[in-house]
């Protein structure tokens, strides 16, 4: 009789996530308007930070970019203000948590509450592990783990007093492929 039951609830179970993906189907949600939010996005300066950018941009989003490369952040900020964005730029190592902090609260105190954060700042290595050399590993964990906790902690307090915001995390190999 258990057997019978469980059969009977997995159908159940089954059914039920069919019709909801249908009306999903059918009834898509409204997808959030991101016009005039202040969005910052790490790693800005070049393959997904840039197509992310450009996306926000076309959007009439307020944007901050972060990136280490001047020369490539220089250049997504100009194809967002050719898209008619207002962006600031920022240089920032976000292997280093002190110039996190430091930039972000330069972004609190001279543009406003975040109230998008996407970090996307990654690095990468191509080789296996036993010919990866200890201070790429290193630089790893600092650009691809704990810079996302500093600028989550930068700027999630705020988020959180306006009672809105939303953070995004990129893990992607897929921006390193050109």
């Known amino acids: 009789m258990g057997a019978v039951r469980e059969l009977a609830l997995f159908l159940g179970t089954l059914l039920y996530a ?13 997808r959030k308007a991101v016009g005039g939010e202040l969005v910052l996005l790490t790693g800005a300066g070049r393959g997904l930070g ?15 970019l972060w990136d280490v490369d001047t020369h490539g952040l220089r250049e997504t900020a100009a ?6 964005a207002t962006v600031h730029t920022f240089v920032v190592d976000c292997s280093k948590r002190e110039e996190i902090y430091g930039a972000a609260e ?6 406003g509450d975040v109230s998008i954060l996407v970090n996307n700042a990654g690095v990468i290595t191509a080789a296996d592990l036993l010919s990866t050399q200890d ?15 500093w600028t989550t902690r930068a700027f999630l307090p705020a988020m959180m007093d ?5 953070i995004v995390t990129v893990a992607s190999a897929a921006a390193h492929t050109e």
């Open 50 to 64: 840039r197509a992310t950018a450009l996306e926000f941009a076309r959007r009439q989003s307020r944007l901050v």
């Open 162 to 166: 306006n009672n809105r915001g939303h």
């Open 106 to 111: 330069k972004v609190k105190k001279d543009i």
């Open 79 to 84: 194809e967002c203000e050719r898209l008619g």
């Open 135 to 149: 201070h790429q590993i290193e630089k790893m964990f600092e650009v691809n783990i704990l810079a996302h906790i």
């Open 18 to 30: 069919y019709a909801e993906a249908a009306v999903r189907l059918l009834l898509p949600a409204r």
